[in-house]
């Protein structure tokens, strides 16, 4: 880009600050109406509640803002990208992105396409395009030399289904072709795709893996999100607790950045509500290594009707030493008994917890509702956890920096 170019592009930041969510808003409507099959890429819902333009918006601001140096951006990039390869997006893609943003932008702002601003806009994106399509083909790449991991959508069916909880539901998947699965990081995630009826639309959703690599099956474990209020409910959740044992679905290979870094330190593991899969895995991974390391195991839910795989928690605890475990319940339910089924009630506090659970060179690893982990987050860097080793993930994203 020229200086003029960066130029151009930082003094639209105003701009972007005060109407980025009308423009991204715009920018998808105009391109789904003109390549309506991308319906099938992009989260329906997101859209219609207007959460995917006001993701874009705010990812449009933080490239403007940082146009000078975009390697800030870089671990979000990285992020980003994992979800792209898992809903199988191609370079190609970006041209179609890059003229409906060029036009949405010309369209909105009342400028013509010759306008050096667009100019600009086109360098700038296609800077950006170039760089998730390097980042995404590296991971395309080492898909390719996985053994048993695949590109694209396969085919699996659900071969089992157990109810963890009153709203969740573990899916054991296997592959129809009878092939190789690939052994992933626990924590990553898949994309899976079905059709969904109140849509006649296929829509994909991100769902991490809930246990460590297993020679024929995945496992997810997945939260059925009810109709509340004026929101409708997940049609993708509601759609898989609706399908019997044996249907079929697409799925993709696991990705994801936000996985179990080093099996032989000290890890903590602080979940919140259906956060607990990524954690899981990480748990069930190092129980196949005999737990080297003492490990924290802490939840938060509302009560013991939604505390899914207490019972395995409790199994691992009782056969590992080196496993500590803390639970707490929001609104403990009648019969939930103190000391047995949980070990505080109310939301979960990690600044008055016991320091042993929470040792000070440990990696600390974070899942569940935005608001949970920042929450979190602070308490931990308010007891001294230093933030370089605290990692988090909010779903559909990948690994997130939370400060």
Not at 195 to 219: C, G, H, I, K, M
Not at 292 to 297: A, D, E, I, L, M
Request: contains cysteine.
């Amino acid at each position: 880009m020229t200086p003029q170019q960066i130029d151009l592009v930082k003094a639209t930041v105003p701009v972007l600050r005060e109407n980025g969510v009308a423009l991204t808003g715009y920018f998808y409507n105009r391109m789904l109406g003109n390549n309506p099959e991308l319906k099938e890429t992009f989260n329906m819902g997101h859209q219609r509640s207007g959460a995917q333009a006001q993701a874009l918006a705010g990812a449009v601001l933080a490239y403007a803002e940082n146009i000078e140096d975009p390697s800030v951006l870089l671990p979000v990039v990285e992020l980003i990208a994992h979800k792209h390869v898992s809903l199988n997006i191609q370079s190609p893609d970006y041209s179609i992105v890059g003229e409906n943003l060029l036009h949405s932008i010309s369209e909105v702002l009342n400028i013509s396409m010759e306008d050096p601003l667009i100019g600009a806009w086109a360098a700038a994106y296609g800077q950006l395009a170039d760089l998730f399509i390097s980042t995404e083909k590296a991971i395309y790449d080492q898909h390719q030399q996985t053994k048993g991991s695949w590109l694209g959508w396969r085919n699996f069916k659900i071969a089992k289904k157990v109810v963890e909880s009153d709203e969740i539901t573990s899916f054991y998947l296997a592959p129809v072709d009878g092939g190789e699965l690939p052994k992933y990081e626990a924590g990553q995630y898949i994309s899976v795709r079905v059709f969904v009826p109140e849509l006649n639309l296929r829509q994909p959703r991100q769902y991490t893996l809930s246990t460590s690599p297993q020679a024929d099956y995945l496992r997810i474990s997945v939260k059925r999100e009810d109709e509340k209020g004026e929101l409708a409910g997940g049609w993708v959740s509601s759609t898989l607790h609706s399908l019997a044992e044996g249907s079929e679905i697409e799925v993709s290979a696991p990705t994801g950045n936000f996985y179990l870094i080093d099996s032989s330190k000290r890890n903590v593991f602080i979940s919140g509500g259906v956060g607990f899969t990524p954690m899981i895995a990480m748990l069930n991974q190092l129980v196949t290594l005999d737990m080297p390391q003492p490990v924290s195991f802490i939840h938060a839910c509302r009560s013991s009707q939604v505390h899914a795989m207490k019972k395995h928690i409790h199994e691992l605890k009782a056969k590992y030493p080196r496993l500590s475990t803390f639970t707490a319940y929001e609104f403990p339910h009648q019969g939930d008994v103190l000391g047995e089924d949980f070990d505080a009630a109310g939301r979960l506090d990690l600044v008055s917890m016991d320091a042993g659970l929470l040792p000070a060179n440990a990696d600390y690893y974070l899942c569940g509702p935005m608001p949970f982990m920042a929450e979190q987050h602070k308490a931990l860097v308010a007891r001294g956890i230093p933030a370089e080793n605290i990692h988090s993930e909010a779903f559909g994203t990948g690994g997130v920096k939370l400060s």
